[in-house]
């Protein structure tokens, strides 16, 4: 099991000067749920990639750090669909692999 723990990074609102001076403008950053009202089911994303030589060991099995990058890749891709912001990985409690991914392996 995986659980990956992915936040929007919220933006205070902020003065911002214009190039040139004069007056500040406004900007805002951040999410609002209220706003979005989107189902994650439309922000669903499906990253698919063949194993190569670089991406394993030895014994031609995946590295665990390059099946983690991808993981993490497709949900913060997800996470900035839904939250349409700047997303960070806050945490990953825990991360299972039940069985090896070798070489030439596509992986869904």
Do not use: W
């Amino acid at each position: 099991m995986m659980r990956i723990c992915i936040y929007p990074i919220i933006m205070e609102e902020e003065e911002r000067a214009p190039s040139g001076g004069g007056e500040g403008q406004k900007a805002k950053g951040g999410f609002n749920a209220k706003d979005n009202g989107k189902s994650p089911a439309i922000s669903a994303s499906t990253l698919t990639q063949v194993m190569l030589p670089s991406d394993c060991g030895e014994f031609h099995i995946v590295y665990g750090g390059t099946l983690m990058k991808l993981m993490d890749n497709a949900s913060g891709m997800v996470a900035v669909r839904h939250c349409r912001s700047n997303v960070v990985t806050a945490c990953v409690d825990a991360l299972d692999f039940i069985s090896p991914v070798a070489l030439g392996s596509v992986v869904c």
